[in-house]
């Protein structure tokens, strides 16, 4: 996929003017945060990349219903990631890497299958980060074994990168001690600094009933406030969702395993069913353009085989 | 006793039993609802009861307990919750101010299932 054809899809502008959307556009040609046509082919892109997200793969959940093809939707994106024309600088997890289990060994297992699958993805450098499936129930030990720290933070061509822990406590708290590293860190960062926030469950009240929420996520933005260029990439509800507070635009990623409903439209929360009609439906990973420049990131949402 | 003993004794006696009645009278007319106390069980991935009849006013205690593991009792709409472990009672005090059908769910993560695990409260009036 070439840097023109990246640009060329919905775009999203986290920054002040709040969303923009524009579909399928061609030439090179897109809508900046005010809506104002930009000519893509003569702008300055030197600076500019783009990265993959993929999220909540659930590799060792088995429901034949939900996902008949459970254990090979992840293959079938490792597949896709790798068969994009360029490669994205990195590809970032976010969260529920494996389904829960309560025994440990098959915790360590799943984990290990996992790292093995996704070992085969051609981009040498990629960020996991733990959903609370992976972590809540033994605080993070079986994650941090195999995959390292549960927050970090890492820099990538003039953008910075903040992991968020929201899931190794099983009451989906963030916690006093991450809150003091996190405004340490920001301290560290100047107001207009380019700043990502990837994390596994929203940060925000999305649907607390359902569990969609982060219980000290809004101290989490309330820190981040003061900085004017945040963006924050997040998966746990198993479908996009954009939403703005303040100026910090927040975007879910699509599941690898099963799509969940949309907020509060059913009862009670379960997988939506397999339609075999329109396999893998509802499933898909992201390529997400980033213009450090403008603080400004594309999405491209692509489906599991990468179209 | 004389005839002005008999009356100060009955007079007394009066005074005495109206003393006594007036508080009776006051205590009821102010005496704060006695809390109807519900148990719950939480174990993966339920609880039970996990639907809860209650009627709007009346004060209410919750006592829950845990039959296994960790779990958490969150009833959103009445901002009320607890960790619930095991070997110990959780007790959520609070008055339904609004009728209607409320979710609780369990906001600790337990396993496998605890998606699901949500009842409901109904408020009558």
Known sequence: ?307 | MNHNKKRILLTGVLLVSAVVSGLLIYTRANAVPAERVIHITAKKFDFSPDSITLKKGEPVVFEISSADREHGFNLRAFGVRANISPGKVSRIRFTPDKTGKFTFSCDVFCGDGHEEMTGTVIVTE
């Open chain 1, 1 to 307: 996929m070439s840097k023109f054809d990246r640009r060329g899809f919905i775009k999203l502008a986290g920054l002040g003017g709040g969303i923009v959307f524009a579909s399928s556009l061609s030439r090179g040609f897109g809508l900046n945060a005010l809506g104002s046509v930009v000519d893509y082919a003569n702008a300055k892109v030197e600076n500019d990349f783009y990265f993959v997200q993929l999220s909540d793969t659930h590799w060792g959940f088995a429901g034949p219903k939900v996902n008949p093809d459970a254990e090979g939707t992840l293959k079938k994106a490792v597949q896709a990631v790798n068969s994009l024309e360029e490669q994205p600088d990195f590809i970032v997890f976010t969260g529920d890497l494996t389904h829960t289990t309560d025994d440990v060994q098959v915790r360590k297992d799943r984990m290990s299958q996992f790292k093995e699958i996704v070992s085969g993805l051609k981009v040498p450098t990629v960020h996991f980060m733990a959903g609370e499936h992976d972590a809540s129930l033994d605080r993070g030990d079986a994650y941090q074994e195999a995959f390292g720290k549960l927050n970090y933070t890492f820099d990538h061509k003039g953008v910075h990168f903040i992991v968020i822990d929201n899931v190794s406590d099983p009451g989906a708290i963030v916690g006093e001690s991450q809150l003091n590293w996190l405004k340490a860190d920001l301290k560290q960062q100047k107001t207009d600094a380019r700043i990502v926030v990837l994390t596994h469950r929203p940060l925000f009240d999305l649907y607390p009933d359902w569990d969609w929420s982060t219980k000290d996520g809004s101290a989490v933005i309330d820190a981040l406030m003061p900085h004017k260029n945040v963006t924050v990439f997040y998966g746990h509800i198993h479908q996009e969702n954009h939403h703005l507070t303040g100026h910090i635009a927040h975007h879910s990623a699509k599941s690898l395993m099963f799509p969940l409903p949309a907020p509060g439209s059913v009862p009670k929360k379960s997988p939506v069913p397999w339609d075999a009609s329109a396999p893998y439906k509802g499933l898909g990973l992201r390529s997400i353009e980033a213009e450090p420049k403008q603080a400004k990131y594309e999405i491209k949402e692509l489906n599991v085989t990468g179209a």
